[in-house]
């Protein structure tokens, strides 16, 4: 069984609690707007590592004194296209005793994705919009999956973090915000919300790729449109906003 890794980073602080090993798995079905790793999303494209699950279990290792206090998060791209190698890596990573984090836009939900949630302590699950008559078009995928995903978590009582990318023009809009605020209000099981700046550092990448840029024009996420986006949330969920 062989994983395709774009990258690797070994001290993360972003991408769940403490310091954290940060495995980005290649391939994305999904085209999101305001996506900045463009170069995640060809399943085929080209990696920095084509692994078993045991060679990326021992690279691990050879941190393993700096993330004993933090862990193992899973992101990319979409961690969820690879379940196989996903789940494999995942239970080594717990039978080492390390915490695991999976960060996925819950796009695939299917069994096996139910499997990778058992071993997983912590999910990061990125929610675009709740906002249908533009999830498609914003995202180019229906947001059924999204919805299943949150619902399980709640159902098997998975600790999750909610990530939510504020975009000018698209996402930031006090009355989108506030319906998304509420209705994460409703899951119990989450503990945080984080709010993501849209940025163009990116952009780069497209032109590289040779792809049309989705938001040309469309400028960087204000720091007071970001503190409105934490306030909408603070007054309507009862967990930590950041």
Not at 85 to 113: P, Q, W
Request: negative net charge.
């Amino acid at each position: 069984m062989i994983g395709r890794l774009h990258s690797l980073e070994s001290f993360g602080t972003v991408d769940g609690p403490g310091i954290r090993f940060v495995a980005f798995f290649q391939g994305c079905p999904m085209r999101c707007a305001f996506c900045h790793n463009p170069d995640t999303w060809d399943p085929d494209g080209a990696v920095q590592y084509e692994w078993t699950p045991e060679q990326l279990m021992e690279e691990v290792k050879k941190y393993k004194n700096f993330i004993k206090k933090g862990g193992v998060t899973c992101t990319g791209g979409e961690p969820l296209m690879q379940l196989e190698f996903l789940i494999a890596f995942l239970k080594l990573c717990k039978d080492a005793g390390y915490h695991t984090a999976l960060d996925t836009s819950g796009v695939i939900f299917n069994e096996k994705a139910k499997e990778a949630i058992r071993y997983c302590d912590l999910v990061m699950l990125d929610i675009k919009t709740l906002d249908d008559s533009i999830h498609s078009t914003y995202t180019g995928c229906s947001r059924k999956n999204n919805q299943a995903f949150l619902d399980y978590l709640q159902e098997v009582g998975k600790t999750t973090w909610i990530r939510h990318v504020v975009v000018p023009g698209y996402t930031d809009n006090d009355d989108r915000l506030r319906t998304l605020a509420q209705h994460i209000s409703k899951y119990s099981v989450v503990e945080r919300v984080e709010i993501l700046p849209y940025h163009t550092m990116g952009k780069y990448k497209y032109e590289g790729l040779g792809i049309p840029y989705p938001l040309d024009g469309v400028d960087d996420l204000s720091e007071e449109r970001r503190e409105n986006a934490k306030r909408i949330f603070r007054e309507c969920v009862n967990c930590k906003v950041v």
